[in-house]
């Protein structure tokens, strides 16, 4: 299947800072990427959505200030945690789809904020 | 909107044993269901889906799992487990009407599944 490549694996930042959450479809054009977090022991729950090009549409109770998304390539969406608190730490996980294909997985980014 | 229940939380079985992962529903409409495998450190993989047709759908490794639309379930079969299969099982729905052609899916709360040698 398609490769969806998550860049870093797990990061642990100071609380008050920002991180940078990259995903890259890396041998198809990713149309539309999906933004997902994981809460121990509980699902995945969709975050926001995003197609190349426009604005992210963030899920009910998702802060899109907090929670910034950009899509600016076919290839490439990021997901800034700004001013990140204990509370963020979680597992982030992107899909990505192309215009005629299934969604792919990242494999995730482990978060910690201490 | 659409949920995704997942009943087992964690299943213990034995190398050979047959495997039934439950997964039900709520959505009236039509619906694409998946299942998805996560082994340890690994990315999200997509073990089968159904969209249409057979409610039987065969996946990969030797899963399968059946459609029963009036039960609104989509339970995970293996007839023999191997230990390889020790991971985390998520069933997911996505509603492409709801979700005008974005593949938005809406996953259960996942079973581990730990195979004992």
């Known amino acids: 299947g398609a490769v969806v490549s998550q860049h870093p694996s797990w990061v642990i930042c100071k609380s008050g800072t920002s991180v940078k959450i990259e995903c890259r479809s890396l041998?198809?054009?990713?149309?539309?990427m999906f933004w997902y977090r994981q809460f121990p022991k509980q699902s995945l729950m969709l975050m926001a959505t995003s197609n190349e090009g426009s604005k992210a549409t963030y899920e009910q109770g998702v802060e899109k200030d907090k929670f910034l998304i950009n899509h600016a390539s076919l290839t490439l969406s990021t997901l800034t945690v700004t001013s990140a608190h204990p509370e963020d730490s979680s597992f982030y996980i992107c899909s990505a789809r192309g215009k005629y294909t299934e969604a792919f997985f990242g494999q995730g980014t482990r978060l910690t904020v201490v | 909107a659409q949920s995704v229940s997942q009943h087992n939380h964690h299943v213990i079985l034995s190398e050979a044993a047959s495997l039934e992962l439950g997964c039900n529903y709520s959505?009236?409409?039509?619906?694409?269901l998946f299942w998805y495998v996560q082994y340890p450190g690994q990315h999200l993989q997509l073990l089968l889906k159904?969209?249409?047709?057979?409610?039987l759908v065969k996946g990969i490794k030797g899963f399968e799992a059946e459609f029963i639309k009036s039960k609104f379930s989509f339970n995970l079969r293996k007839p023999s487990v191997q230990w390889s299969d020790t991971a985390e099982y998520f069933c997911?729905?996505?509603?492409?009407?709801?979700?005008?052609?974005?593949?938005?899916?809406?996953f259960g709360t996942g079973t581990r599944l730990t195979i004992i040698p």
């Open positions: 959505y009236g409409g039509t619906v694409n």
């Open positions: 041998d198809f054009q990713a149309t539309t």
């Open positions: 997911a729905v996505n509603a492409p009407k709801a979700n005008f052609g974005n593949e938005k899916l809406t």
């Open positions: 159904y969209f249409s047709g057979d409610p």
